[in-house]
T-cell receptor, first 115, second 114 residues
Framework: EPEVTQTPSHQVTQMGQEVILRCVPI?????FYWYRQILGQKVEFLVS????????KSEIFDDQFSVERPDGSNFTLKIRSTKLEDSAMYFC?????????????FGDGTRLSIL | AQKVTQAQTEISVVEKEDVTLDCVYE???????LFWYKQPPSGELVFLIR??????QNEISGRYSWNFQKSTSSFNFTITASQVVDSAVYFC???????????FGTGTRLLVSP
């Protein structure tokens, strides 16, 4: 069964450094998402991406964040200057274009630790 | 505004017991979608089920069943004859038409002991 893959599984970065989290969505999916989950808390929406542009973003997704689909397969989340509070699990998700009722399929996540 | 409430923070049961996880949602839309996801200790999010707002038929899949009641804005999840492998955090989520994001509840941690 096709799946969403995320790399790396764990990223440790010094505060103030830039970090790029990578995702390969399911190949025939057209909607892409990033969510984050601070340890022990709920999953929070960051951004959705469709047709090569951001379709919605949350308050969390400020100017320090950006997303890109640099080629036909990868979908990346960049945090420009990381803060301690960016430490969390980051999940990438994708879904097909058969309607909003279609489930989003999640990757296994990247655990980001900011020191 | 959309909101999902999972009032049960943690539930502990013994294997073979039945357990129901509660989910209450708020939305102003008449068309919306509800989902349940499982997050095992390994951390990934696994899709379990979706339900459209216009389809109130309950569903059973093996030991899992879901009870959707629009009148009470609830979408509860029951595991029959629980097993240790069911131990996980379960999240209920809501999505509205035209707004693609999933709004998650805070999750219910289910501990099934042998």
């Amino acid at each position: 069964e096709p799946e969403v893959t995320q790399t790396p599984s764990h990223q440790v970065t010094q505060m103030g450094q830039e970090v790029i989290l990578r995702c390969v969505p399911i190949s025939n999916h057209l909607y892409f998402y990033w969510y984050r989950q601070i340890l022990g808390q709920k999953v929070e929406f960051l951004v959705s991406f469709y047709n090569n542009e951001i379709s919605e973003k949350s308050e969390i997704f400020d100017d320090q964040f950006s997303v890109e689909r640099p080629d036909g397969s990868n979908f990346t989340l960049k945090i420009r200057s990381t803060k301690l509070e960016d430490s969390a699990m980051y999940f990438c998700a994708s879904r097909n274009d058969h309607g909003a009722n279609q489930p989003q399929h999640f990757g296994d996540g990247t655990r980001l630790s900011i020191l | 505004a959309q909101k999902v409430t999972q009032a049960q923070t943690e539930i502990s049961v013994v294997e073979k017991e039945d357990v129901t996880l509660d989910c209450v949602y708020e939305t102003r839309d008449t068309t919306y979608y509800l989902f349940w996801y499982k997050q095992p200790p390994s951390g990934e999010l696994v899709f379990l089920i979706r339900r459209n707002s216009f389809d109130e038929q309950n569903e059973i899949s093996g030991r899992y069943s879901w009870n959707f009641q629009k009148s009470t804005s609830s979408f509860n999840f029951t595991i029959t004859a629980s097993q240790v492998v069911d131990s996980a955090v379960y999240f209920c989520a809501l999505s509205e038409v035209g707004i693609q994001k999933l709004v998650f509840g805070t999750g219910t941690r289910l501990l099934v002991s042998p």
